[in-house]
């Protein structure tokens, strides 16, 4: 499938019923909602894309990117495929809200803990890591990457960022030895800048999603940073029709293979058949 800009957009299909297409958030592809997308097709046709710059849809990135190219990409989908509804994960939950936004064809959607940053983000951080992959220094543009997040473990934050890379750097050596389909962790960082890109022009937006008068579903977990669950409950009161569904015991993860996508799968399904 071919996205406005002429970008190739490549997909899984799965699954009968009404249309769900799935957005992935950093560091990942269409495989990390395998479960996912194998909970929900009984009940569905799964769409699972890989977001531009990834995996099925591979794109350099360029430096004039903006969120509007991955709404184009969503609307895309949806023309193609002939889905309403769309579920997105973090930095893909901010691309599922603006294309709810400004997309017709949307007519419901979910999200898992966009991260909105009440202080906003560290444009400094974002930079520096721009810079980094642009360098190839890619076990120090992971470490950045998890530090402006926020979502960085315990360990990294408090270690010295040199010790902090070379640990970065010994997991992607590792990784580089795993078998297996799965995208490569070295192969997906440089593509962290789509997503960190998209995050920071969110900055400063949530009330704009006031005008967005459409069911919208808001999930996040207990044991997620506790700015993400800030920010979604923020985002509840901005949302003229939301409801919220906090899991416990659930992280950023959720809905990923190594979260619990079944969970969060039965409340998609209640959510969007519930009509």
Excluded at 55 to 66: A, F, L, T, V
Aim: neutral net charge; hydrophobic residues 40%.
């Amino acid at each position: 499938m071919t996205s406005r800009d002429g970008t190739r957009i490549g997909f899984l299909r799965q699954g009968s019923g009404p249309g769900i297409v799935l957005v992935q958030g950093a560091m990942g592809t269409a495989r990390n909602y395998e479960k996912l997308a194998e909970a929900l097709a009984p009940a569905f046709t799964v769409i699972t894309p890989d977001r531009r710059g990834r995996g099925m849809s591979p794109r350099p990135y360029e430096e004039n990117h903006d969120i509007a190219r991955d709404v184009e990409d969503v609307d895309a989908l949806l023309a193609e495929t002939g889905a309403e509804w769309v579920y997105g994960l973090s930095s893909g939950a901010m691309i599922t809200l603006e294309a709810a936004r400004t997309l017709p064809r949307v007519t419901r959607a979910a999200v898992y803990e966009p991260p909105f940053y009440a202080d906003g983000i560290d444009r400094d951080g974002v930079r520096r890591l721009f810079t980094e992959v642009g360098e190839g220094d890619l076990p120090a543009a992971l470490v950045t990457a998890l530090l402006v997040s926020r979502t960085a473990p315990a360990p990294i934050r408090l270690m010295p960022r040199p010790m902090a890379r070379r640990l970065a750097g010994a997991v992607l050596t590792a990784d580089d030895r795993r078998t297996g389909p799965a995208a490569k962790l070295r192969d997906l960082v440089p593509g962290v800048r789509y997503d960190f890109h998209d995050v920071a022009g969110m900055d400063g937006r949530m009330p704009s999603f006031a005008a967005l008068d459409k069911p919208m579903l808001l999930l996040s977990g207990t044991r997620s940073p506790a700015f993400l669950r800030e920010s979604i409950r923020a985002l509840h009161q901005v949302l003229p029709q939301s409801q919220h569904i906090e899991f416990d015991g659930l992280d950023h993860s959720g809905s990923w293979n190594d979260g619990s996508p079944v969970v969060v799968a039965a409340a998609l399904r209640e959510f969007f058949h519930s009509m």
